[in-house]
């Protein structure tokens, strides 16, 4: 009977330890996705706005540029397709698709803002 009362900690915290292993599995298999945004010549602009659509839901993530141009997604779903392009005043840049396919982790894109929004 003693031996019993033992069991039941230990199999409480072999449960516990699995379920925070399968919670970490799932949560390092999420992607990210980086860049920077530069416009015709090359030059970094920051404040661009970026449009990252969830292909599966059709949500859009926004996000504002940084200083440096810079951007970044993360804990985007490596199960899903993905559509990403910036926009700067009355310039866009081109939509870039990320894959479900694309096993990558890490993920850098660099868009350039050069053409008119109408254009896309």
């Known amino acids: ?13 072999c449960l516990g330890l699995a379920a ?13 996705v980086r860049g920077i945004v ?14 990252l659509k969830n292909l599966k839901t059709l949500t859009v993530k926004t996000y504002i540029a940084d200083g440096e141009g810079r951007y970044r997604y993360s804990g985007l779903d490596p199960n899903v397709d993905y559509e990403i392009h910036a926009e700067h ?20 894109i660099n868009l350039k803002v050069d053409r008119k929004k109408s254009d896309r």
């Open 1 to 13: 009977m003693k031996n019993r009362w033992m069991i039941v900690p230990v199999a409480m915290l």
């Open 20 to 32: 925070g292993v399968a919670a970490q599995g799932r949560e390092s298999q999420l992607r990210t």
């Open 38 to 51: 530069v416009d015709k010549d090359e030059n970094p602009i920051g404040g661009a706005v970026l449009y």
């Open 89 to 108: 005043r009355d310039m866009a840049s081109q939509k870039r698709s990320i894959s479900s396919l694309d096993g990558r982790r890490e993920i850098t």
